[in-house]
């Protein structure tokens, strides 16, 4: 299944601001298939696991605290080609740098508060997809 489906989650920020309905319309209208969806709440243990990757960086503290400050949406997607088609969706996580139409460009105001999350790769999609949903959670 690699190559079809890419984790997403929609961040504290961007929930805070009641922006989840019309993310998730944009994510339906670009050919997604919304096949796993959760409200849930990172506690900064699970944060820190979860951005674990970037823990050398120097924003990796300031990630995770937002990281934990509120509730997410967690979500897999399913498309051909679904790393890739999200990540040029969602755009650049600079919103001053992202093109115009993207999610980070209408929706994010920073790098930090930048809106949403999307996979990296195939592999990550597949390690992030299982952090949030056991296997019995997928159809």
């Known amino acids: 299944m690699a190559g079809n489906i890419t984790f997403a989650m929609i961040k504290p920020y961007a929930v805070k601001q009641g922006f989840i ?17 959760k409200s849930t709440k990172l506690g900064r243990k ?9 823990k050398s960086k120097l924003f990796y503290e300031d990630l995770v605290e937002f990281m ?6 967690a979500m897999i997607l399913e498309k051909e080609n679904a790393v ?27 790098v930090q508060s930048n809106a949403v999350h999307g996979s990296d790769s195939d592999e ?4 992030e997809s299982d952090f949030f949903f056991s296997k019995k959670d997928r159809y």
């Not at 820190?48 to 970037?54: D, P, V």
């Open 84 to 110: 890739e088609e999200f990540r040029s969706l969602i755009g650049h996580t600079d919103p001053a740098k992202a093109k115009d139409g993207t999610i980070r460009k209408k929706y994010a105001t920073s």
């Open 46 to 54: 699970e944060a820190e696991i979860f951005y674990s990757i970037h």
């Open 68 to 73: 934990s400050s509120g509730p997410v949406i």
């Open 21 to 37: 309905g019309p993310i998730l319309a944009i994510i339906n209208e670009a050919g997604f298939r919304i096949s796993c969806i």
């Open 124 to 127: 990550n999609a597949l390690i």
